[in-house]
């Protein structure tokens, strides 16, 4: 199974057995006429995650405006598709690469995955989300935060108030009731493990995850696992009657769990612990030896666009990185604004990623 990086339509809908077209977006928008291809062709090739999805209508328009037809290449999990793409670098298999994040975007860099293109519009995308200013190997098309989850049903049953910082997940009342996703195979895990490292330091992150493992965190390899199977506050946690009411997601996952639920409730049976929050940021590029480069700018520049952007909430439930691009009203009523989530810098990042990888390995899960 793989493990897609964020909450879905697709998971959601999967999870509570109903479907839905916006979570199949991209594949009504593939060509069937060939691979692309070429200074004219009119298929432009898009490689993403698993977790790419959007509205069939909002990639028809982006044809009817530009000419082109998108053909989406899934490749699993955010560091698989990251690692193929570095396997296949000057030879791609596409033309842009949708959902290389901050916790993965030196690898990206230091290979040389992409092309520099200043996309039109870049001036009303939000500064702080443009790590790569300088040279614009990349354009940020969302945010997100990553954040422990709760089942507000389970704690109610238990009159006991919700965990909402890190230290308080070490505290024995929590003991056995947060699940995880393994830092070694999971973006999110990896996410939740930065926001450790931001708040305890090189010195202390290490001490806290032993006290951590010592009140019974579990692990397990995927961000669909540990949502859909292992916590009791998800829809299908719910089916697979899950005993973990603490789960390492993301701050818009309540919405999702409200969208998807028939009939709606009137409030979401999850909440945010906002004290244990990560800031994530998605970029995509051209990548480089694309074989469509005028198409993957175009697509590039609609992925910036207000249409696409005010599409994303509710088929990728992440954040809009433009300027003025509006939030439905379910996103925002039900998802959490983190006023302060845990960032690292890009630097600081690439010079220490995989010694902390491999230091939390051997203390967590070896």
Known sequence: MSNTRRMTAVAIAAALGVSTLAACGSDSSDSSAGSGGGAKSKTVTLVSHDSWAASP???KAFTKETGYTVKVLKSGDAGEAV?????TKGSPQGDVFFGVDNTLLSRALDNGLFTPYAAKGLGQVDADTQLDKAKHRVTPIDSGDLCVNYDKKYFADKKLAPPQTFDDLIKPQYKNLLVTENVATSSPGLGFLLGTVARYGDDGWQDYWK???ANGVQVVDSWEQAY???????????KAKADRPLVVSYASSPPAEVLYAKPQPAQAPTGISTGTCFRQIEFAGLLDGAKNPAGGKALIDFLISKKFQEDMPLTMFVNPVVKGAKLPEIYTKFGTTVPKPATVTPDRIAANREQWIQSWSSLVVK
């Open 228 to 238: 859909n199977e292992d916590f009791s506050g998800s829809a299908g946690g719910k």
């Open 57 to 59: 209508a909002v990639m």
């Open 211 to 213: 006290k951590l493992k």
């Open 83 to 87: 690692n193929k793409a570095v396997l």
